[in-house]
T-cell receptor, first 110, second 114 residues
Framework: DAKTTQPPSMDCAEGRAANLPCNHS???????VYWYRQIHSQGPQYIIH???NNETNEMASLIITEDRKSSTLILPHATLRDTAVYYC???????????FGKGTRLSVIA | DAGVIQSPRHEVTEMGQEVTLRCKPI?????LFWYRQTMMRGLELLIY????????DSGMPEDRFSAKMPNASFSTLKIQPSEPRDSAVYFC????????????FGPGTRLLVL
């Protein structure tokens, strides 16, 4: 079973920041937080991951709370092409399979 | 890099027929994963390989499903005989077998069993 809890859906206006929350209250010390997204009819796409510190790359930023029990994925300027299902996944620091939950369906609205 | 390649992209078959799905992982990757996605069950892992060896096949639904990885650049997922409930999108993913490595997914095979 997935170890994370996400809202089933969110809307965001185009050009605004999209903030997607994730709860992972049972995360253990060696587990990372990964974010993937799946655009309609495509395979899941890696976005970002982190352990303790906040992370940023060309796609998004990941903010992890100090107690590591929750995190937020931030898309700074959402576009229509960011409409997708976003999955928050907790995973050991090895090459273990991804366990997908239901994710959050983000709709970016013009 | 061409990414993970899957074939066919779409498959329509009749119940009872054998179905073979194919995957070519990214060159140099030594871990390969097969996932299945349905509306009811979401994305679920079927089986994964490290260095061509099956590591965990506990997600394979039943004996009708089998997967092989004869070499580092090719894997197959076979369903024999197929049933309507096998209709789903089947994804293959690959990664390097190292800490924190990202999995890269193929475009998927959309299977419809009539």
């Amino acid at each position: 079973d997935a170890k994370t809890t996400q809202p089933p859906s969110m809307d965001c206006a185009e050009g605004r920041a999209a903030n997607l929350p994730c709860n992972h209250s049972t995360i253990s010390g060696n587990e990372y937080v990964y974010w993937y997204r799946q655009i309609h009819s495509q395979g899941p796409q890696y976005i970002i991951h982190g352990l303790k510190n906040n992370e940023t790359n060309e796609m998004a930023s990941l903010i992890i709370t100090e107690d590591r029990k929750s995190s937020t994925l931030i898309l700074p300027h959402a576009t229509l092409r960011d409409t997708a299902v976003y999955y928050c996944i907790v995973r050991n620091s090895g090459n273990t399979p991804l366990v997908f939950g239901k994710g959050t369906r983000l709709s970016v609205i013009a | 890099d061409a990414g993970v390649i899957q074939s066919p992209r779409h498959e329509v078959t009749e119940m009872g027929q054998e179905v073979t799905l194919r995957c070519k992982p990214i060159s140099g990757h030594n871990s390969l994963f097969w996932y299945r996605q349905t509306m009811m069950r979401g994305l679920e892992l079927l089986i994964y390989f490290n260095n061509n060896v099956p590591i965990d096949d506990s997600g394979m639904p039943e004996d009708r499903f089998s997967a092989k990885m004869p070499n580092a650049s090719f894997s197959t997922l076979k369903i024999q005989p197929s049933e309507p409930r096998d209709s789903a999108v089947y994804f293959c993913a690959s990664s390097l077998n190292r800490v924190q490595e990202t999995q890269y997914f193929g475009p998927g095979t959309r299977l419809l069993v009539l």
